[in-house]
């Protein structure tokens, strides 16, 4: 028996009672009022990764600075990627202006009208493309994120490992084999919600509250916290890097990242890698600037990407003279803060800069 038999008639029975529970316990997100494609859309790409109460401000900000895709499609790179500074992950960001200008060239502004045409665009991959089509487009295709695969998880006491890419694939399979035709945008909304709200990771599920209780197998056999089963992760590699805090008649050192690979295209402190002392910085940079008398040390920080961990020293100099070559762009505290997107790996040495964050 397939996988897709041999679950749904188990799943079938929570559809009527999740969909009563969502109407009457969903929360009210500033995405849900008016979902347009556009709007949730952006929601969907800003949620992934990132907590829903930390999206809300960005969100906000993000539709009054962006009203429209054709906004959207022309804002300069840098005025994007302020608007995206803190929530991270800066990639989703330049693919949801390359969606739009697609959009915007290819379809003359109008967004697509079939799951398949969302998939095509840059950065929406099947749940993204689940997601919209269902809840503002009203068609019957599932959305299945890391809440939806915990809680089949537990329902079906999953003895498999939801992070093996066939796994999703099937437990795709199954969310469409038992999604209403006829509320697709609610189901998958309301399978979300209660794992974001109720069926929380770990070891806290709050089954006391759960609509699903009755239909759980994994709260029938009091074993809630073994599911769902991952295979361990591999520990983040760590990389020291000393980074410089030059300062030269009131303005900061800045240098642009690279357009591709981590945190493509943001401006960041000059850095090298390594745990560097005060000569060796020194040498490093004597061909671009004459420093002025000791530096400070900067206070050590931490920061951790998906895969990566950075753990950063470093100096801070006055500059006394910027020679022939120099690559960096001098930046005022009020640019750093206002115009010049900064991953915020190097928020610790922002307020040494008279910058708040
Ligand atoms: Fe999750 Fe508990 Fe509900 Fe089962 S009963 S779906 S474990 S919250």
Redesign the pocket.
């Known amino acids: 028996m397939d996988f897709v038999e041999a679950h749904a008639a188990a799943l079938f029975p929570i559809c009527r009672p999740l969909l009563d529970w969502y109407a009457a316990a969903h929360r009210q997100l500033p995405w849900r009022e008016a979902p347009t494609p556009y709007r949730v859309w952006v929601s969907e790409i800003m949620l992934q990764q990132t907590r829903v109460q930390a999206v809300i401000p960005y969100y906000e900000r993000f539709l009054s600075l962006f009203p429209d895709v054709g906004a959207l499609a022309e804002a300069p790179q840098d005025r994007l990627l302020k608007a995206w500074e803190g929530l991270g992950y800066y990639s989703r960001a330049r693919n949801l202006q390359k969606a739009a200008q697609q959009i915007c060239q290819r379809l003359g502004g109008r967004f697509p009208e079939t799951y398949e045409g969302w998939l095509s665009l840059p950065g929406v991959g099947p749940y993204t493309a689940g997601a919209v089509c269902s809840i503002a487009l009203g068609l019957p295709v599932p959305a299945v994120d890391g809440n939806v695969l ?2 089949f998880a ?2 079906l006491a999953l003895e498999e490992d939801i992070g093996a890419p066939a796994v999703k694939r099937e437990m795709t399979r199954l969310a469409a084999a038992i999604l209403p035709a006829d509320r697709p945008g609610e189901f998958n909304q309301a399978l979300m919600e ?1 794992g974001a709200t ?3 990771p770990g070891k806290t ?3 006391g ?5 009755g239909h ?1 197998r ?2 029938s056999d009091q074993n ?1 916290a073994l ?1 769902p089963l991952k295979s361990p992760k591999k520990p983040r590699k760590i990389q020291p890097i000393t980074v410089f805090l030059l300062s030269y008649q009131g303005q900061f050192a800045l240098i642009r990242r690279p357009d591709t690979g981590l945190l493509a295209g943001l401006w960041e402190f000059p850095h090298a890698d390594g745990t560097l002392d005060a000569a060796q910085s020194a040498a490093l940079l004597a061909d671009w600037v004459r420093l002025a008398g000791p530096p400070d040390r900067l206070e050590p920080a931490v920061h951790i990407f998906t895969h990566l961990q950075w753990h950063m020293t470093g100096w801070k100099w006055d500059v006394g003279e910027v020679l022939p070559g120099c690559p960096f762009q001098w930046a005022l505290p009020r640019q750093l803060q206002n115009q010049y997107p900064i991953p915020s790996a190097f928020s610790p040495f922002l307020f040494q800069c008279n910058c708040e964050k």
């Open positions: 915990r809680v537990r329902l209660l109720v069926c929380l599920p709050l089954c509250s759960c609509p699903l209780s759980c994994a709260f809630q599911f």
